[in-house]
Structures are given as structure tokens and as C-alpha cells.
């Protein structure tokens, strides 16, 4: 038995070592202030429940010109972080900047409006969407983007407007939407070609026997009806969700088959969303009514719809234990933007941090105690 | 306890698992061919191989190229090259981060080997005396002119004909071969030195006592022994005995078609060179003596917010008006009442959904107003009609964003259209004759790769626009003005004149000026650059770029002749009235500048500048820094927008009479 005192100990250590972000007490999270050309680092922390600007980075290089930084990605060793710059000469571009220090690195040019973006943890390499917000309505692409010596590999064209930019776990699927469109489309990471594309639309639920693929649905002129800006998979089920934020409803798609398995209605104009870690909520951010769904995903009833501070909500960002979701707001004008902390146990929304104007991309970077 | 110690295993080996993770550090990939060398046109294929030090590993590598276009790669490794370069290549074996491994190696395309050399621009004849510039291509076996070559020369006579840092100096009479030699190709140029035949230099001009900025141009013409005019080249030089000699910097310049200005007041003596023929002129400068002091009249402040353009205006009712936009801020444009320019009083706000109102603009009448959007709440920028008719009592007519979502950055209002300058790459062309039913009736853009748009100005039925790296573009759009244009355009039919581009790309704003002096037209090209970083509270002062004097004689033929630049500050909006340019210099504040008569070299260094003015506060949103946006020469007055401290009206005062004693 004396073998069992020293196992003990080690058992606790170890216990401690991986259980750790069970008593995370500090979070903190990048957010951009796209009006402003800031780039803000929050700090939250997480027994007080309140939080504070811990630093703000100005990105962008002309004082007179508004460039617009959008969408925000962390590297998966939390040693990088970066932000899509939306405006530039004509084209936007990706800045990289370390974290901690937050000095820029590097930067690559892009397509129009680059915005959202994400990490493969499989080929390591960056995919974020040109959405061309401002364009005409032409298809646009998916930059490919080797993130340590910030190499653009290639532009993989996809639909009208490309949003939403989220990676399967594995690594294997960038999933976007294409918002004028109506579509999903799916990218092989790997091969960086459109592996495959659905529509969103409920013509395509109450049809679904009738073969769409000789009819060009990229080139036809239909009026968008979902349109779609945010899909999210699922961290361990093969489905994806997307925000209609055009139809005002979540979807819910089973990868397995490509098929719209369900819909659900949610407040006006959900915009992005994010699935908890452990893959029971949902969290979408109303960006017409200025709330915060969160749903059950199970259940596929929505939990609670929690007012923001401000209108037009905008980015979602769930801690890495599940506690929290931060919602970037956007607000009107001249009016600061904000993040909102919402406790995902209590439902309440627990904290306001004023930004820079019109926060916009949102992603976490880490918790420490 | 049996029990337990099986769980606390299992949580151990649950525990520890990120301890034992697969290590990948001793995983290299193997490129085949290495070195990888592919000619142009030609394919290969690539093969890559995991390895764990020698023992291969069975894997599937993946090859990415930044640069497909020029190197083709496939993801199997099939290479095609189709221009000479270094190109980075990545072969990856992807998977979780723990089992990705990665190699970055380069491709070589070397330059298709040199074919052949050819001299160009050969002159008719060769003098004595004389020195010459040597100009050869150098063609690949792809018949590409390969760029920047390593170019040797030898002549096989110098003392007739000797070669010097590319040039060739004919010495005296005589034959010389002259030989190119790159990468071990060459060819030869026969040269046959003759005796110059000039024997005199003749200088035609007879402008002896100038001013510090005026340009002289010699005229010289030269001479064979029988008093005939003859071809020969003619060089020009100077030597100058300035009046101040303490550290004088350069005294002036004098080019190669014998033109010359000077920079400060001194004797001069012009020098026209061709073989033994030579002849001086003695040139007297005096101080251009232009500069004339400048009273601060009103200031609007504006601390709060930062302010953007201007437009000044007599309303409908004879009074005079002035509206400024805000940036970064709430959305507002700020009505004024500017009658008396020592109160400039606001009398309205016009709020809309956007954080920017970048660019303001009045209708000629004083009816109409246009704002430029940024940062609509709802992300559909366009731009917003006002009704100005009563500029104490502004009202929004309608909003239009019909394919103008992404913001419209600046806007021009000419004859019933809104040009407004969308989505970075265009202006899009709006009729508002019924300004509650707005339409867009065309757009111009160029097609030029990449290109980009700022600003556009239009005079006289021609739009003027400023595009970055495709610098300035001249577009018909209804002329009024058959000597300059007359191309058939209209706002449904814009038909581009010219362009002229410059190797910044800073262009930013564009301003034609047909000089009332010389009657020579130019396209005023300023600049918009930050090579320093951002401005902030703590680096006030951080741009750069000038004014370019792009001198148009005809549309297919643009030269830039002069500039005007300010050290350590930089150019944003500029105006000229007359023969007068008023540039809003960010950091260096307002510069008025004489810009009559022939212009060459850099009108800063030549005193031309008449005044100048650094609007600051020390309340402002950035304290104690000028930050000057734009400027609008109006009546007596200037009335200008200072990005940090709103908006300011300024008069120039008559020059002061000369006293005796």
C-alpha cells in the first residue's frame, strides 16, 4: 500500500494539470473594432465577471483611409494571431501579429473584402473568405494562405459573397456560405477545390428528388432568400449549422448525406454562430433585433434569447470550458461598439466592455488562471 | 482499492497522453530532383518522400505553389514552369498538428539563355567631343528582352571612341568597333567618329535678369564654319555664384533641352557645349519675391471629432455657406454660415447612418448636396441627397446605394450627375435631375490589372480621376472645352482621353490647370502617402508625398516637368484659381504657391511659396498638430479643413508697399 501514497500524489498533479481550465479565472480574446482600425485584446475575468481592454492595437497604415478590419483567427499554438484587413488599393489583406506582444509580423495581400477566416489543424494552412461585400454580384474565392511565411497559395472560387469561414475538428473541410447564393460549400482542405455546394433554400426541401446539377444554380439570377452568412460544424456529430440571416432560421445540415435535416426559427437576422465545445448549444448572434440566441441543440429549442447592449450584434466566441460566449457588437454611428459576456449556465448576460467602434470579428485566445 | 487503482491508471494514461504524443521532430520530407531546376515550358515531376532519418516512411505529400500562375503545381508534385524565377514551393504531409510535417523548398527557373544583342537608338552620326549614351537589348532564346542584364562594353579603339560607365565618348576623328558582351554573347557596333563641325553657339535667349523659379530656355543653336545651322548634340551646364554662399544647397538646375531654372538669387553663366564650340550666358536672378503674409480670420472648431472635406457656397439667398464631413465619427456633416468669415457659425447638422461622411459636395446652383457614406450601420454605404436650398434648415431628399454598398469614398456633382467614386475600382455616374429618383446611368473603369480609384474632379465637361498605381486619367464626359477634348462623351458615354502614371503610386487627387501665363495645361497629380506609420497623439507628424506637374501636350503626350514638395509632410486635397495652387499639406498645413510661368524642378527650393498656415489647437482631438484636409480658395477668403481642429477661414493680405525714406 505504501506504492499508493506517491500514485496519489501524481494522480492529483496530473488531475490538476488537465482539469485546469475547470477553475479558469482569467480569459482573454482579441476583438476588432472595424470603424475604428483597432484591434482590441479583452480581458475577462471570470469569477468577477468583469472585464477590461487589456490592450489595443491600431492596425492599418493610412490614417485618412477607413481599411476595416473584419475577421480575427488565433494559430493553433496561440503563438500568432491574425486579422483580416478589408479594405486596401484595391484589395484587402491578412496581417499577422504575435500574441502577447501583439507586434505585427507580416502581411499578404488578398482578394476584396477579405473577412472571415480559420486554421486547418490537418494541412496548417489558413483559409479566409474574399466576401466582396461591395463588389458586383459575381462569384468570388477562398484564399489559401500558408500562415508562417504568409505564402497566399491560391484563390479557390466559390459562390457570390463567400462567408462564414469554419474548419471541420479534423481539419479535413472548410465550410462557408455563399450569401448570394443561398449555398453551403464545402472546400477539401487538402486539394483546395469546392468538394461540394448545397442550397439552402426551401425549394431545394420540398424537391429533393429533382436533380439541381445541370441547372448552374451559381450562374442563375434567382433573389436570394436565406441568405446565408455563418456555418459552424459540429465538433464530434457530421453536421453543420448556418444562420439564414435572410430567413431568419438556423439549419442544420447532416454532412453524411448533404441534406438539410432541420430548420428552426430564431429572432431577426442571426448572423454568426458558434457551438459550444462539448457540442450542446449553440450561440447565435441576432444581428437584426440586437440579441443573443442560445440554443439546445438536442432538444433543438432555444434556451434563452438574451438582449445585447446595443443593435446589430455580430461575432460569437465561446470560451474553451464552455462558461462563456462573448458577442461582439457592432452599435450605430458613432456610438462605441462592445462585447457582451454571457454566463452559458445562468443564461444572463453578465458583462458589457465598450470598444472601439463597430466590434466585429471575435475569436479567443486563451485562459489562464 | 483494486478498483481505484485501475481508475487512477486510466485517468494517469488519460492524463499524460499529451505527454507521450507522437514526436515529429525527426520526420523530414525528401524532395526529388534536389536541387529543383525546370526550364520555361518545360514539366516534371516531383516526388517527396517521408523520412524518419534514413528509413522511409510510407505517407502521401501534398505540393502547394505560392505563385500558380508563373509555377504550376500540381498537388501530386507535376511541375510546369512558364517565367524565369525563384519560386517557394510546399510539400506537407498534413493531419493533426502532432503528425503534420512540412518542407518549404524552392524551384528554380533560370533565364532562357541570352540569343542575341542589339543596339537601339543608334545615332546618325557620331562627333568629336561628344558623349553619348549606349543603349542595347539583350534577347533571350524566348525572344524576351531580359530586364536589368549584366552588360559589359569594350571599344577596339579608345582613343577615337572610349567607353565610360555605359557611355561612349567620341574623342576625335577616327573608326572604333564598339563591342556588347553578356553572358558570352556580344555584338558590335561599327562607330565612325567625324570632326565636329560646330564652330560657333549661337543663344537665342535674350532673358538675362530673371526670378528664382522662372525658367529660361537657352535656345542655343549651333553653327558649322559657313554660318549654317547644323544637327549636333548640344550640352548645357551652369556655374552659379549665388549671393548667399554659407552652405548654399543646389543653386539651380539646367537640363539636356536647354532649359534652366534657378533656385536662389546670384549670377549664373549658362554654358552651351557642342565639341570646341562654346558659349556662356550671364544670367542675373533676383528673389522670386512672391511671399506675402497671411491673417487668420475665423476658426469653426471643430475638437471633438475629426473633420474631413469642405465645400463653400453662396446659397440660394446670396449668403455664403460652408458644409464640413466628419470622420471616424457619428455620422454628421456640419453646416456653417460663413458670411462673415470672422464668425463661422454653425447653423446645422445633418446626421446619417455611417461612422464616416467622407466627401461633401454643393450643386452648382446651391440647391444640392451630396455625402459620401462609410460604415453604414446596415453595411449599404452609398451616398445621400440633401436639399441645401435652406442651408439653416437641411433636409435629407433620399438615400442611394444601388450597387454602391461597400462605401463611396469621394463624389464630384456636375450637371445634374453624381460621379461618386465605389467600390475602390470605379465611379459609378448617377442621374439626379429628379433628386428623389435617383439612377445610375454608366461607370468608368479602367481594366487595367489591380486597378484602384480615389477621388475624381471634373471641369469643363472632363472628369479628372486619381487612381493610385494608374495615376491620373482624363475622361470625357460632355466637353465644353473642343481644344482639349472632343471625344463625344457623356455621362452615358464616358470615353477616357489620356492617363499618365508614376512610379509611387501615391496618386490621390487629380486638378487640371491651364495656366493663364503661359497657356501651357497640365494635370495637377498629388499624392496620399504614410511611409512612416500612422499619425497618433504620440507621432502627430507622419506623411509624405508632393504635387506633380504632369504637362500635357495633347492627351497622348504627358511629361512631368516640376513638382512641389515640402520635406517631411504630405499633400492631401489642392485647389488652384488663376495661376495660384493651394494644397492642404496634412502636417505641413496650407500652402499657397505661385505657380505662373514655365515650371520645372521643385518649386518648394525655387520661392515660390506665397504663404503658409498651421492650423492647430490646443484642445483638439489631436492637440497642437496640424492635419490639413482641403482647401477652397472662396471670394476674398481660404476657408480650409484641418482633420484635427475643424474648419478655418484665412485671407491673404496685399503685398506691403515698398517705404521711402
Redesign the interface.
Known sequence: MKFLKPLLTIFVFLIGLNTSHLKAQDYYLYVAAESDDDVHLIHFNGQSEQGEIAETIEVGTWPQENEGPHGLTVSPDGKYWFVSIAHGYPYGSLWKYETGTNEFVDKVELGMFPATMDISKSTGLLYVVNFNLHGDMEPSTVSVVEPNTMMRLQDVETGIMPHGSRISDDGRWQYHVSMMTDELVVIDTENLEVAKRLNLSKMNDRKPEMDHSEMNHQNMKHSPIVKPTWADPHPSKPLVYVAGNGSDELIEINTNNWKITNRWKTGKAPYNLEISHDGKLLVASYKGEGATGVWDLEAGKELAKIPNSRKVSHGVSISPDDKFAFISMEGIGGEPGSVDVINLETLKRVEVIETSKQAGGIIFWKMEN | ?GKA?KL?AV??V???GNLFAQNTSTLTISIEPDPVTVKVGEEIQLKATLMDGEKVLPDTI?F???N?YDLEVS?EGFVKANKPGTY?V?A?R????DQ?V?K?FEVQVPFPPIASLEFKNIPDNFYSKTTYDLNVDVIDEMDLIRENPSLTFKSSNPSVAMISHGKLLALKPGKATITASSEGKSTELSVTVKKNPASEIVIANTETSVRTGDVITLNANAKGSNGRSIEVPITYSFVAQPEDNLGQGAEGQINQQGKFVANVPGTFILTARAGDAVTDQVIQVRERNVARELEVVGHGKVLD?HTSDLWVWEGTDGRDYAITGT??????AYFWDVTDPANLTPIDTV?V????VNDVKISEDGTIGVLTR??A?N?K?GIVILDVSDPYNVEVITEYND?????V?NAFIYENHVYAV????RYDIINIEDPANPYTVNRFELDTP???IHDVWIEDGIAYSSN??DGVVAVDIGSKNSELADAGGSPENPVKLGSYTYPSGWNHAAFPFKSESTGDFYVIAGD?A?PNG???RNNPA?AAGWIHFVKFDGWDNPKEVARYQVPEAGT?NFWVVGDTLYVAYYNGGLRIVDISGELMGNLYDQGREIAKFEPTHGDAIVPNAPFT?GPQPYKDYIFISD?NSGLWSVKLLEPAQQGTN
Open positions: 482499492m487503482v487512477m485517468v494517469f488519460l492524463a499524460t501534398l502547394y505553389s505560392r500558380g498537388r517557394s510546399l506537407l498534413s493531419g493533426p498538428r503534420r512540412m518549404r471629432v470622420w471616424g465619427a457619428s455620422g454628421d446626421r447612418d455611417a461612422r464616416t462609410e460604415g450601420s453595411r454605404n450597387g454602391l454598398t461597400g462605401g469614398h465605389n467600390n475602390g475600382t489591380g486597378h484602384s493610385w498605381r496620399e504614410f500612422l499619425p497618433s507622419a492631401h484636409w482633420w
